[in-house]
């Protein structure tokens, strides 16, 4: 708050001027914008004298009321894809400068009018090895046998490409048959193990589910277990049909931090930027030409190095049916 | 009746600034937000019907009736034994006693509502404890349902209700329940039609509190249930937060503050304090 009020007033007393002297990036907080504020805002503070403000978590509902009221006071803020899309449709984002963005570089899987990605990710399964003696799980089928791999397990609570998807390939559908989903064909599947799912609503709250055993099977971020992994809690990872999503960045329609904001996202989907961030945070970079930047042992560890096993999730299917999901989804849930 | 009219006219001067900042920052975002619930996605009661004809927010709306009856009922049970032994107690027990009341409730919510996660979960201190001690020997489910929903609800909303149940009961003459005992009556008895009775308008204050807190409670529900328990809060951070229609999410809002009104309302007639008649 006390951030944004900063913001606000830095706004306000350098309008009209080309080069702020400050702006104000939004992400999800925790380690994700940490690496973000390390590897994208420092260096762009360096290069331009430009003060990066930090502030969150990413709120898509702020993000319409700011621009409906005409007080944007976010510049540059990290969403997810699907919804950027969706956003970029309904007029609530300025459309990039790609005279600014190189976008050349970039993977274009993330790349659209409105937004470019900020990283991908991938959901994959998870497990607590301790949990099970003998058989290890190793495909989303596992994931929904609870007869072979009984216990709790733990899935993205919130309406969002991956879920669905996984519950439609565990039930046997190629990936190539994915799109248009089969709603009804997924929620039957997700039925079968209802009440044994424990929701995760971030990330950190994901890796506790995990490590405490309450919830010894999973579908997760992969950076949050390469986290785990990290500090030496044995993880087993199955990158088996691996389901891509990715984070965009977008500026907000109206923002006064307009210019500003665009060099802000060229510094951050930079070659040099996207290393740094997917080295610290696990998820792979969206510039082309990071891989080169990057250290073996780190690639290995990233979705970029499972593209073989790997099924992207339609972000251009969920922008359109995104309501219409959620909405499903939600009520899903509630019964 | 002329000092006491005085009294009112320059109470509401000094009252001006606070009703200025609600007006500022409650009543017109409230209008706001009521507007938009008839207003999108297009003019018309359309949310409103939803919200109401779906069996599935049906369901939620129990949800959040139920929990938060139940909640009450159990803070009650609990809070009355503290209450009177607070009011019986040498005063300088009770002090010691308040502090720790109170100490619970400046600690952030979100840091107690983990801590419970922790405490409760299937490898958590209270399950462990138990098979530890050969009570049970599948770990009990205490979170992701009713059950967590409760106990860390209960657990936040009883300072609410031990203060104002606290406030009446002081005020009870000891003497009463002695006369109630030389009259005949047995403990029961005392308890019953004595003291029960007299302590009833801190049970009716603390309960409605904790009734509307409950109803409006998102943090709490959110961590410590599942979501077969949701209740209407979350459901409005989802319309709000995650599909960005603000048209269903102010008018799950819009009705939720006017049931709270409602039992303002009903708590104002029957059980206004005895000193303003």
Known sequence: ?335 | MTTATIRRGSGLGFAMPAMLLLLAFFIIPVAGLLMRSVTEPEPGLQNYAALLGSATYAKVFFNTFFVAGLVTIVTMLIAFPVSWALAIMPSRWAAILFAVILLSMWTNLLARTYAWMVLLQQTGLINRSLMALGLIDQPLQLTNNLVGVTIGMVYIMLPFMILPLYGVIKKIDPAILQAAALCGATKAQALRRVLLPLAAPGLASGGLMVFVMSLGYFVTPSLLGGTANMMLPELIVQQVQSLVNWGMGGAAAFILLVVTLGLYALQLRFFEPKEGR
């Open chain 1, 1 to 335: 708050m006390q951030k944004t009020l900063l913001a606000l007033a830095a706004t306000m007393t350098i309008a009209g001027a080309a080069q702020a002297e400050q702006m104000v990036f939004t992400s999800w907080g925790g380690t994700t914008q940490d690496a973000q504020a390390a590897h994208w805002a420092a260096p762009f503070t360096e290069k331009t004298g430009t003060a990066v403000v930090q502030d969150g978590p990413t709120d898509y509902g702020k993000i319409k009321a700011m621009v409906e009221a005409g007080a944007v006071t976010w510049d540059v803020v990290d969403v997810e894809f699907d919804w950027a899309l969706q956003a970029g449709a309904q007029g609530l984002l300025e459309p990039l400068d790609f005279s600014v963005i190189d976008k050349s570089k970039l993977d274009p899987r993330f790349v659209s009018d409105f937004a470019v990605g900020s990283f991908y990710y991938s959901f994959v399964l998870g497990w607590n090895p301790a949990n099970f003696g003998g058989e290890q799980p190793a495909t989303l089928a596992d994931l929904f046998d609870t007869a072979k791999f009984p216990g709790k397990r733990t899935f993205y609570k919130w309406s969002a490409p991956g879920v669905i998807e996984a519950a439609l390939l565990a039930d046997g559908v190629a990936p190539e048959d994915l799109y248009p989903l089969d709603l009804d064909r997924a929620f039957a599947k997700l039925d079968t193990i209802k009440a044994d799912i424990i929701w995760w609503e971030g990330g950190a709250q994901s890796q506790q589910l995990l490590a405490s055993g309450e919830a010894p099977i999973g579908f997760f971020w992969n950076g949050r277990l390469a986290a785990l992994a990290a500090d030496g809690m044995p993880v087993g990872i199955s990158w088996d049909q691996n389901i891509t999503a990715a984070d965009a960045l977008v500026v907000p329609k109206g923002t006064v931090n307009k210019e500003t904001a665009m060099r802000f996202i060229a510094e951050a989907t930079s070659a040099e930027g996207q290393a740094a961030f997917a080295a610290a945070s696990g998820y792979a970079p969206i510039n082309l030409e990071s891989a080169d930047l990057m250290s073996p042992e780190v690639r290995a560890t990233l979705p970029d190095a499972q593209t073989a096993v790997q099924v992207n999730a339609d972000m251009a299917y969920w922008a359109q049916h995104r309501d219409e999901i959620g909405n499903r989804w939600y009520a899903w849930q509630a019964q």
